[in-house]
């Protein structure tokens, strides 16, 4: 096939991930982040991969909920070996907690992928994340 023909691959999607500003007053909700589907195994990479580097290495993933498609006790995400365990405790609304080695724990509301967009906004609002107060990492 001639060069000059072929489509360049497509652009990977934008990582929807809302991060509260920092602070130091501790809070109970860090961001948000927004998956596009069910499936842990292909979208924590992204989202690992979009954090701050001020958050640390992640080394640990709790999933709150059991609507995750595929969750084995650890898995590779760029080189490093992450640990995933998940709660079955159902709670309203769904987290992640990500842990780093000096760092700390971060906790993320999980928007549900099939969220329409006022939705999520609504979701982002309900646990006191606006958009004044933060900014979509990508």
């Not at 709150?64 to 070996?81: D, Q, S």
């Amino acid at each position: 096939m001639n060069d000059r023909l072929r489509r360049p691959p497509p652009a990977p999607p934008v990582l929807r991930l809302y991060l509260a500003p920092e602070s130091t007053v501790p809070r109970r909700i860090d961001g948000a982040w927004w998956p596009r589907t069910f499936d842990l195994l292909t979208e924590l990479p992204p989202l690992l991969s979009g954090l701050p580097c001020a958050w640390g290495r992640i080394v640990s993933v709790l999933v709150n909920g059991t609507g995750w498609a595929g969750a084995p006790g650890r898995m590779l995400v760029c080189n490093e070996v992450v640990r995933l365990r998940r709660t079955t405790t159902e709670r309203t609304p769904s987290t992640i907690v990500l842990m780093a080695p000096a760092h700390g724990r971060r906790d993320l509301l999980v928007v549900p992928p099939t969220a329409t967009e006022p939705a999520a906004e609504s979701l982002m609002s309900a646990v006191g994340l606006t958009p004044e107060q933060g900014h979509f990492a990508s």
